[in-house]
């Protein structure tokens, strides 16, 4: 099945508001790994939007960071204060 351009931009969306969070929280790609239960290689894919990770992974790093999946998934003109 192919990926449509909406699909692509969630997922550009995504890796940059992971790593958007990551870095305000002074996080290393390592400590987010640890703290979600993931490799650090699939935090790093996520952030280059290399993968689509499943909904119990992003559950698992929005809990890490303190957000939620939601947050994460959100276009950036459409974030929370």
């Known amino acids: 099945m192919r990926q449509t351009p909406e699909f692509d931009q969630l997922c550009q969306t995504l890796a940059a508001n992971v790593r958007r969070v990551r870095r ?8 987010l790994a640890f703290d979600a239960e ?12 290399v993968i689509n990770p499943s909904l119990l992974v ?17 276009a950036e003109g459409n974030q929370q204060p």
């Open 58 to 74: 992003l559950h698992k790093v929005a809990i890490a960071l303190g957000v939620s999946v939601v947050d994460l998934l959100r």
């Open 24 to 31: 305000a929280r002074k996080v290393s790609q390592e400590q």
């Open 38 to 49: 993931i490799d650090r290689t699939y935090v790093s894919q996520i952030e280059r939007s």
